[in-house]
């Protein structure tokens, strides 16, 4: 049985084949689409500011990918698709990057090994994953608040920011939630 996991990826730097981010994205979306994973959607291509120490602009996106590996295996092969367009490991934390593969939800709700914790644990406070996040799969639910993809959007979007449901709370318990 295959498993569904939805990838965010970032490029804030030139490849030197592919070129700009957003051609390297398209291009990290092909790799995505090759065995053992079969690409399922790819989001539009989006601009963002940096945060963080890196003053260059990124591009970002997300895929849904299908594959029968598990988590810990699949990080190795996002790592390993990483290597392969010019992304040495060990590098400082948040430095300019080629190409950054996170995984942000997969089907089997959460999972937690010393190497990777799903859902992605910044995943919720940041932009620049959530809009093509929400573009993509906007229903589906991060498992810890109950919360859709389009509502952890909207959260950040809001001039007034919902507050989060702590862990394992109903998503019934949150605020103003009919509002989507
Ligand atoms: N890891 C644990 N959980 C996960 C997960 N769900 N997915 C571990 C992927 N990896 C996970 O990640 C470091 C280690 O986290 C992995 O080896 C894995 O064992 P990394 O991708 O190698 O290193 P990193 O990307 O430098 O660190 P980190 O913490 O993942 O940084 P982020 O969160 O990716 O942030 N601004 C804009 N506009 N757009 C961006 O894409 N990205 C960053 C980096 C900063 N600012 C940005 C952007
Ligand atoms: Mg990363």
């Given at each position: 049985?295959?498993?569904?996991?939805?990838?965010?990826?970032?490029?804030?730097?030139?490849?030197?084949?592919?070129?700009?981010?957003?051609?390297?994205?398209?291009?990290?979306?092909?790799?995505?689409?090759?065995?053992?994973?079969?690409?399922?959607?790819?989001?539009?291509?989006?601009?963002?500011?940096?945060?963080?120490?890196?003053?260059?602009?990124?591009?970002?996106?997300?895929?849904?990918?299908?594959?029968?590996?598990?988590?810990?295996?699949?990080l190795?092969?996002?790592?390993?698709?990483?290597?392969?367009?010019?992304?040495?490991?060990?590098?400082?934390r948040?430095?300019?990057?080629?190409?950054?593969?996170?995984?942000?939800?997969?089907?089997?709700?959460?999972?937690?090994?010393?190497?990777?914790?799903?859902?992605?644990?910044?995943?919720?406070?940041?932009?620049?994953?959530?809009?093509?996040?929400?573009a993509?799969?906007?229903?589906?639910?991060?498992?810890?608040?109950?919360?859709?993809?389009?509502?952890?959007?909207?959260?950040?979007?809001?001039?007034?920011?919902?507050?989060?449901?702590?862990?394992?709370?109903?998503?019934?318990?949150?605020?103003?939630?009919?509002?989507?």
């Amino acid at each position: 049985m295959g498993h569904r996991y939805l990838i965010a990826l970032g490029s804030n730097r030139r490849h030197y084949r592919h070129g700009r981010p957003e051609a390297v994205l398209r291009a990290a979306f092909g790799a995505l689409g090759r065995q053992p994973l079969e690409l399922q959607a790819a989001s539009p291509i989006f601009a963002t500011a940096p945060l963080g120490p890196s003053r260059r602009r990124y591009a970002n996106a997300a895929a849904l990918v299908e594959t029968a590996l598990a988590p810990d295996s699949l990080l190795d092969h996002l790592k390993a698709i990483e290597r392969a367009f010019g992304r040495r490991p060990g590098g400082r934390r948040w430095a300019a990057r080629v190409l950054d593969l996170d995984i942000v939800l997969w089907s089997g709700g959460t999972w937690s090994s010393p190497r990777l914790t799903i859902p992605h644990t910044a995943f919720r406070q940041r932009l620049f994953v959530l809009r093509p996040a929400a573009a993509l799969t906007p229903s589906w639910r991060d498992p810890l608040t109950g919360l859709t993809l389009r509502q952890h959007r909207a959260r950040l979007t809001r001039p007034h920011p919902l507050p989060i449901a702590p862990p394992g709370r109903a998503l019934s318990s949150v605020g103003r939630a009919t509002d989507f």
